[in-house]
């Protein structure tokens, strides 16, 4: 991001604040310069990395053990556990949380990051707990991810919270263990590029269907060396809950982070949490965060636009996210694609599919529904899955699975009776967790099963050896569970209407 | 960490694109807590299949591993990156890396190198004719030589030099401990802590 300036530029910008407002910066820029404690030296291919401070670093039980193990043999400790929060979220049940976890290898990696967290002195919330839930369901929500802050996690979908204007990414665990020694990375400076989406959404189109279609249109390489700031008055319409589905899937695209300006539906998220600032900590922070939005005439290194007038539900027929169409357009043919190795892909993808090209999309019929995820687990996800359902009947062949992104939005929507219209629509109503976006807990598809599923990876093998996953929205999710097969919920508004006519 | 000067081995043709870091190690090994002995989770889902090819000799003795482009997207486990070198790969060719893979490679001596989509293919073509064949990748010159084929490859000057010297990030860093401590001096008070926990 700040490949054009040099470091000592950056340096400078640190250093002597007025001056900065001459140049128009990203807001990418402005958070990285915010942050960087050593600048590198040099430029290009040959420049070192800025070490960048972390303001913030979540853990879970997956990606953190053998993190902590280089800290002990090292004999270092966590610098700063006060700027650290672990949740249990990969391997947890999502059903009968009070028992002990069945699968013993499950067992061993949660009782190693609550040891861990005990040792070091971290911040953890248990199954079981309140605050206990998806890494990038829990920071937000306990008002821990701000506007303008570094946030890292050893999980690729960190960019969730860069819905807040902070600059988040994923890291590997030699980079956990370097930030809980050292509250800090080195990091080479990211690219720039702008996702311009300007219009109105139509009824039934989301925040999902927009990054589907962004993913699809820059394909899973395109973000690469990237963060990508989300703009445009599409964007700015959306709430904070829909602009992270959006955030959480950029690295779906390739980038390290995907960020949207900090505005008022950011602030008033964020107020009244229980780690939001107060009194005249709130002033000065929202004076702060009011100065983050990208100034006119920044430049960025890359630009992308999309018409979200045109926007139409968006799901994925292929084995990476890259492979989506229009629900109402039809399964690819691979002799289309001019690419040779993306027609390869697509070859592979729609044997391992068992999918027929040309085939309309609508025609797709699912085993399962998968209502969850990091990228559609909050509040509202599960409002719009809700009211597209209530008072409708499931189709009887499909089952139904909601998994809450969190105790807590598992509480709210129970507060709310959300928990009774998917119950009684025949839905099984889960306790929070990653559950099936992984199936790393016993949620899983079986060999050759297919699944709707609102979370972010279609891959092979992904939500179980052998599933089949179609990404798409939650309330595709929905229309999908009615109906059977791959549908919007102006279909079930069709066939309801054809069916009071007959 | 082991200096990376020069790496002869075994070279695998990987002919395909995306490879994710789902099938590099399904997650379903990812709850060990251990730092090594994942040399049998590597591509699992794929090796089930007899004709794959690290199921086959000579390629089941290989080092450098020459893959489609796009490789390591996907979930930032660096597990992927432990599988790898538990195999016994040293090097992995690419046309395009994805980002969290490569820095991941980076930290654990594990040489991503970048090579032109079009060289990829020679070095494919020569390694299915005369499998077995040796490729030679020079971190110094920044070469990689398959057969007569010859060509070169990219990987930034940072991570080359850290793998020449075999250096440790976090000591690199605690070489800067004054100025974290500095910079954390400068921090405003309005920056949230997760201690004391408050919760709703």
Known sequence: MVAKASPENVAATVATAPAAEAVPRTLAEKVWQDHVVVPGNGAGDAQTPDLLYIDLHIMHEVTSPQAFEGLRLAGRTVRRPDLTIATEDHNTPTLEIDQPIADPVSAKQIQTLRDNAQEFGIRLHSLGDAEQGIVHVVGPQLGLTQPGMTVVCGDSHTSTHGAFGALAFGIGTSEVEHVLATQSLPLKPFKTMAITVEGTLREGVTAKDIILAVIAKIGTGGGQGYVLEYRGSAIRALSMDARMTICNMSIEAGARAGMVAPDETTFEYIKGRPHAPQGEDWDAAVEYWSSLPTDEGAAFDAEVFLDADELEPFVTWGTNPGQGVSLSDTVPVPEHFDDPNARAAAERALEYMDLTAGMPMKDIRVDTVFLGSCTNSRLEDLRTAAAIIEGRTKDENVRMIVVPGSARVRLEAEAEGLDRVFKDFGAEWRFAGCSMCLGMNPDQLAPGERCASTSNRNFEGRQGKGGRTHLVSPVVAAATAIRGTLSSPSDLAASESELQEA | ?200
């Open chain 2, 1 to 200: 960490m082991e200096p990376f000067i020069t790496h002869t081995g075994i070279g695998v043709p990987l002919k395909q694109s995306n490879v994710d870091t789902d099938q590099i190690i399904p997650a379903v090994y990812l709850k060990r807590i251990t730092r090594t002995g994942f040399e049998d989770a590597l591509f699992a889902g794929w090796r089930k299949d007899p004709e794959f090819i690290l199921n086959r000799e000579p390629y089941s003795a290989g080092s450098v591993l020459v893959a489609g482009p796009d490789f390591g997207t996907g979930s930032s486990r660096e597990h992927a990156v432990w599988a790898l070198k538990d195999f016994g790969f040293k090097v992995v060719l690419s046309a395009r890396f994805a980002d969290i893979f490569r820095g991941n490679s980076g930290k654990q001596g594990l040489l991503a190198a970048e090579v032109d989509q079009q060289d990829i293919e020679l070095i494919w073509k020569e390694l299915e004719n005369h499998p077995g064949t040796q490729v030679t990748v020079d971190l110094e010159g920044r070469t990689v030589t398959c057969g007569s084929f010859s060509t070169g490859f990219q990987v930034d000057d940072y991570t080359r030099w850290r793998l020449r010297e075999g250096l440790d990030d976090i000591g690199l860093t605690l070489r800067t401990e004054q100025e974290i401590t500095d910079f954390e001096a400068s921090r405003p008070a309005y920056k949230p802590a997760t201690l004391p926990a408050r919760t709703a």
